[in-house]
């Protein structure tokens, strides 16, 4: 993975981390409802790439966060530019000038 990638993916780990002490959650409470061991939560919040996205979920929605996950890519501009780029553009043949309709 790229430094940077990694980064987002440790970052999203912290937050997970904080959101669950903020709510006063044991890491147990989170495996028991998320259905996960305590080492795979730990390395949830370590922000490790390997664990499985669908048990990043599983902790998002234990957190209470799963609405979060409808805001990732919602806005898509780069991809909405080049959509629009891709559609045919309308040709017109050019107006006559005033004096060639006499």
Do not use: N, W
């Not at 990638?5 to 989170?30: I, N, Q, W, Y």
Request: charged share 35%; proline share 5%.
């Amino acid at each position: 993975m790229y430094p940077g990638t990694l980064r987002a993916v440790h970052s999203l780990g912290l937050r997970l981390k904080d959101a669950r002490l903020r709510r006063r959650f044991s890491m147990e409470t989170v495996c028991a409802r998320a259905d996960l061991s305590r080492p795979t939560l730990y390395k949830i919040e370590k922000g490790d790439p390997s664990v499985a996205f669908g048990h990043y979920v599983q902790v998002l929605r234990v957190l209470g966060l799963l609405d979060d996950l409808g805001l990732i890519a919602k806005d898509d501009v780069v991809g909405r530019r080049l959509q629009d780029e891709a559609l045919p553009r309308r040709k017109r043949a050019p107006r006559k000038k005033i004096q060639d309709r006499k």
